[in-house]
């Protein structure tokens, strides 16, 4: 796909159509259009900053869009670039990185093997004026492979977490390309690299599978743990994995909010455990915190009691300044019992769901309990200590 194929007046004057009904009446035809309409509607508010600066960007496909960083996680890693750095990144895709990355590094070297979308990439990169990137169209390993030049001051890489039959995968090692493999040759290459990978990997696999890390972030929006992302700094010894510092990074719609710990500090972290009453404060760590475990660390570092050592909810009798997380008050605390069960549904007919270390899946408790799922409520089912469990009613 090219961008002199593309009709941008069609664009604009199909852009609130249906793309569905789209597709139904225009097909082939129209197919470079209605893919720029379908992903504007799909990924219009991930992408919005890179929207409003470049209008006619270019979508190669709809796959590009969904694999593609969002706007606020690329600001995030561009904030790890030094400044006037000569970058390389080696799986540019849809170019979302690089393109934030261009306004803090001098340069940018933008690496991508698949031609359409190296192709729309280097069109994007003209439309939004970005001199400072350089698009190649490249298999990354034979490239840097073949680099002759000074050092890259930092690389960035975003394996591709599907298999050669589409499944997806998580370790490192299954990952294409597999940055395992490649360790040596970015070394020689380069003298830092950010890895991102996915939220689904252990953080202790991924401090063993890349030795010269020395830094690591869980990064997340308040609803979702997004990817970690490791920093590799080839110039400095790294400390052991138990020093390294984890920073839980959530990034929501106007505020940044970083968590940081080491996995020494959780060692020797104590938890207070108990039952939240009536008029306490609830609190749930942002997922991104979650991911970055440590739970007993934030029992003591808020002031907090927790309900159990796999029960991650937290309370206290007052807001928590600074919490990283939502923060609700305590309704009710309900018994597990079956004359609560069946009343239940009468005093709250629709509440938000979720259950945590409870044997039971929130969808299930939901049908058990035969409540509507929305409005402002929200039912927290949990075991504590002890064993017992409670449904705790949240404002």
């Known amino acids: ?16 159509d249906d793309p569905k009904a789209l597709w139904l009446k225009f097909g082939k035809e129209r197919e470079a259009e209605i893919t720029q309409i379908e992903c504007r509607r799909r990924f219009g508010k991930k992408l919005a900053a890179t929207l409003l600066r470049v209008p006619h960007w270019l979508f190669p496909s709809v796959l590009a869009g969904e694999q593609s960083t969002s706007d606020r996680l690329a600001v995030f890693h561009s904030s790890l670039v030094p400044e006037c750095a000569r970058m390389v990144d080696l799986t540019a895709g849809l170019g979302i990185d690089a393109l934030h990355c261009a306004g803090v590094a001098a340069s940018v070297v933008a690496v991508e093997m698949d031609r359409e979308r190296a192709e729309a990439l280097a069109a994007n990169v003209h439309e939004a004026a970005a001199d400072n990137i350089e698009v190649v169209e490249a298999d990354c390993r034979e490239w840097l492979e073949g680099y002759n030049g000074e050092r890259f001051d930092i690389a960035f890489i975003d394996p591709a977490r599907r298999d050669a039959a589409g499944g997806r995968v998580f370790a490192l090692s299954d990952c294409e390309p597999d940055i395992t493999a490649m360790l040596p040759l970015l070394r ?5 690299v950010l890895v991102k990978m996915s939220p689904m990997l252990d953080i202790s696999s991924v401090l063993e599978a890349l030795p010269a890390c020395v830094r690591i972030f869980s ?11 490791a920093l590799l700094d080839f110039d400095h010894e790294p400390g052991t994995a138990d020093e390294i510092a984890i920073e839980a990074v959530t990034v929501g719609p106007d505020t940044t909010h970083t968590f940081r710990c080491t996995r020494a500090e959780e060692l020797v972290a104590d938890a207070v ?6 008029g306490d404060i609830v609190c749930e760590p942002y997922p991104a915190v979650m991911k970055a475990g440590a739970v007993r660390l934030v029992s003591q570092r808020y002031s907090l009691q927790k309900l159990a050592p796999n029960t991650h909810v937290y309370f206290a009798s007052a807001p928590s300044a600074d919490f990283p997380g939502e923060q609700r008050r305590v309704v009710e605390v309900l018994p597990w019992a079956s004359k609560v069960l069946k009343r239940f549904r009468n005093k709250y007919p629709r509440l938000q769901v979720a259950t945590r270390n409870f044997g039971m899946s929130a969808e299930a408790l939901r049908k058990k309990l035969d409540v509507t799922d929305g409005g402002t409520g929200r039912l927290l089912a949990v075991t504590d200590l002890s064993g017992e469990r409670h449904l705790i009613v949240l404002e």
């Open 219 to 229: 990064l997340g929006t308040p609803t979702e743990c997004k990817e970690l992302l």
């Open 1 to 16: 796909m090219k961008d002199k194929n593309i009709s941008w007046e069609w664009v604009e004057e199909h852009i609130a």
């Open 273 to 278: 455990y108990g039952v939240p009453r009536a």
């Open 188 to 192: 020689e290459k380069c003298r830092r």
